[in-house]
């Protein structure tokens, strides 16, 4: 069954930032992930899983119980990545550095890109970065998910940009 995300603070999380925004295939992916979701299995048990897209761009979902099976963690990705490849987006990991421009756009970059972008001074410790590596769903509840890149594991990134 299908519940909302805040029914599901203290358990895990996966999330799927996606290649480009979601905004037309929300719909769908909410439709696809809901069937999903009601039959989620970990060992014939019944994994209990909630969803959001957030920024129409990631798409976090939560699970419970606290362990699952490798197998259901296969079955969710396989999931995401056939979803993704039906409405031509591609699910990007954690090599990627989600932030939003100075014309408020999402961007991603790889890491040694960010390092440059931050010593050239396009991007600042104001600048909103998304933690797509979170795996608890109370961090991204709590506000933890989008942040100054000042108050982010990124900070770490621009600090080996600025003292190189």
């Given at each position: 069954?299908?519940?909302?995300?805040?029914?599901?603070?203290?358990?895990?999380?996966?999330?799927?930032?996606?290649?480009?925004?979601?905004?037309?295939?929300?719909?769908?992916?909410?439709?696809?992930?809901?069937?999903?979701?009601?039959?989620?299995?970990?060992?014939?048990?019944?994994?209990?899983?909630?969803?959001?897209?957030?920024?129409?761009?990631?798409v976090v979902v939560a699970h419970r119980p606290l362990e699952i099976s490798g197998c259901s963690r296969d079955d969710l990705l396989f999931f995401m990545r056939d979803?993704?490849?039906?409405?031509?987006?591609?699910?990007?990991?954690?090599?990627?550095?989600?932030?939003?421009?100075?014309?408020g756009k999402i961007q991603n970059v790889d890491r040694l890109k960010f390092k440059q972008l931050a010593k050239e001074g396009s991007i600042t410790g104001d600048t909103l970065v998304f933690d797509t590596t979170i795996r608890e769903t109370n961090a991204v509840l709590e506000g933890?998910?989008?942040?100054?890149?000042?108050?982010?594991?990124?900070?770490?990134?621009m600090e080996t940009a600025t003292a190189a």
């Open positions: 069954m299908t519940h909302k995300l805040q029914t599901f603070a203290g358990y895990p999380c996966l999330i799927f930032p996606a290649s480009q925004s979601l905004e037309t295939h929300t719909d769908e992916l909410t439709e696809k992930l809901s069937s999903f979701l009601q039959r989620w299995e970990s060992h014939g048990s019944p994994v209990q899983g909630g969803f959001a897209i957030l920024e129409n761009r990631f979803i993704g490849q039906s409405i031509g987006v591609e699910w990007l990991g954690a090599v990627r550095v989600f932030y939003r421009d100075s014309d933890r998910f989008a942040l100054p890149a000042s108050q982010s594991w990124h900070a770490r990134l």
